[in-house]
């Protein structure tokens, strides 16, 4: 299996524009030599297309999101690089194979200027302000400056991207937030991060009340996890 990017333009299926779909490898050739190949739609319908069509962009290796789902020495959120496919599994570039369900891959659905990523050297959240076709990214701090994905954590909640991070409560002393709930970031600002609580009321608490990203086993000593000022 490979990997195609719906650009548009197909008569049949049901595609979602700048999508990134696992397609099988080319299955047949016709009389003219032209390549087919099979990609299921997002009603699960297996559709064909020419190989060198219009409707799609191949690309070798895609970059996806560690989801988190198992215990593993990736990090939730952490962004690797896909070169490889089965039915059900997706290698990881210099490591294994992992099913489906631990990854989200990286495409122009869930990656474009304004959502918010982890800069994996600092600790900040900053927010995206251009992308290129490669999936390099560049911050409106430094417009000009592309960096690669693999550079940046992504938000993730209830198993997927997210545009903004959950702020994941781990001390709640005093205040109306449960333990391990992850709370829309509104605003941040020096050492106060802003979220509404459980009332629904939005305020202002210490950054060192929150974590990040999800609070499990493989982030119990992960410093980068730390809620850190944006």
Request: aromatic share 12%; with cysteine; proline share 2%.
């Amino acid at each position: 299996m490979y990997f195609m990017k719906y650009k548009g333009g197909a008569d049949e299926g049901d595609f979602i524009e700048e999508k990134i779909y696992a397609a099988r490898d080319v299955l047949e050739v016709d009389a003219v030599g032209r390549k087919k190949f099979y990609v299921l739609d997002e009603n699960q319908d297996r559709q064909k297309f020419e190989f060198e069509g219009e409707c799609f962009r191949e690309y070798e290796m895609v970059y996806a999101a560690w989801l988190g789902t198992i215990p593993c020495n990736y990090e939730t959120g952490q962004v690797v690089v896909i070169d490889r496919a089965t039915e059900t599994q997706y290698g990881i570039l210099d490591g294994g194979y992992y099913n489906h369900e631990c990854f989200e891959i990286i495409d122009g659905t869930n990656l474009r200027t304004g959502i918010l990523v982890c800069d994996i050297e600092t600790g900040r959240w900053v927010k995206v302000s251009r992308t290129d076709d490669k999936f390099n990214i560049s911050s409106e701090e430094n417009p000009d400056d592309y960096h690669t994905l693999t550079d940046f954590r992504l938000a993730i909640g209830d198993g997927s991207v997210m545009d903004f991070p959950l702020a994941y409560c781990v001390n709640n002393t005093g205040a109306n937030l449960t333990l391990s709930k992850g709370y829309p970031l509104v605003a941040s600002e020096g050492d106060l991060v802003c979220v509404a609580d459980d009332s629904g009321v939005v305020g202002e608490f210490d950054v060192k009340r929150f974590v990040w990203f999800e609070p499990n086993e493989s982030n119990d000593s992960d410093q980068s996890n730390v809620a850190k000022k944006t």
